[in-house]
Structures are given as structure tokens and as C-alpha cells.
Nanobody, 121 residues
């Protein structure tokens, strides 16, 4: 059974920083793309940043130049460094990954349980 577990959320003042981590565990033969999404109250879930297995990253316009996504393939972990946080960044942040369990299994998409990020003004 594959699981994604996020950590690092919390309460921070505007202008502050947080670093989110997401570790994949279970039977895993390969991990393709990994990413972070967020969902604010009353809004749809949106992509924040994504990174390929080779390290190519893309970002939502709203977080460019403030957030950085990275991954450690050996640790099966993806990170999101969030700087210059704004109140509008407040949301539940979800980890997402495309994972193949055994080499003969089809790739499946998985979600973490989410971690709350609250930015006070």
C-alpha cells in the first residue's frame, strides 16, 4: 500500500517562511511526477508546483519567485520551500505523486492527507 505523508505546515506571519515535506512509503518501484496542490476554503483545489523525476519544475503564477519545489529521489521525498508568505497562501496543502508500485503495475496517482498552512496578516 502506497502512502504520501505531508509535514511542515503551521501558522506563520505574513512575510515568513515554511518548508513542507512529503514522504512516499510502501511498495514503490518508481515515482514519476510529484507536486503540491492547495485548497482554500470555498475554492477549488489548484496546482501550486510540480516537478518531474528529472527535476524540471513548473509553478503557478501566484507563487513564482516565492516558492521552490525540490525532490530527493533516494528518500522518495518532495519539498516545498515557501518564502514571503501572504495571507492568500492560506490553504490546506496536498502532496500528489504518480507512483508505480511493482515494476509490472500500472502507474497510479496518489494524494496525501493534507497539511494546513495559515498565514496571518
Amino acid at each position: 500500500q502506497v502512502q504520501l505523508v505531508e509535514s511542515g505546515g503551521g501558522l506563520v506571519q505574513a512575510g515568513g517562511s515554511l518548508r513542507l515535506s512529503c514522504v512516499a512509503s510502501g511498495t514503490i518501484s518508481s515515482i514519476n511526477a510529484m507536486g503540491w496542490y492547495r485548497q482554500a476554503p470555498g475554492k477549488q483545489r489548484e496546482l501550486v508546483a510540480a516537478i518531474t523525476s528529472g527535476g524540471s519544475a513548473n509553478y503557478a503564477d501566484s507563487v513564482k519567485d516565492r516558492f521552490t519545489i525540490s525532490r530527493d529521489n533516494a528518500k522518495k521525498t518532495v519539498y516545498l520551500q515557501m518564502n514571503s508568505l501572504k495571507p492568500e497562501d492560506t490553504a490546506v496543502y496536498y502532496c500528489n505523486a504518480d507512483i508505480r508500485s511493482r515494476w509490472w503495475d500500472p502507474e497510479q496517482n496518489y494524494w496525501g492527507q493534507g497539511t494546513q498552512v495559515t498565514v496571518s496578516s
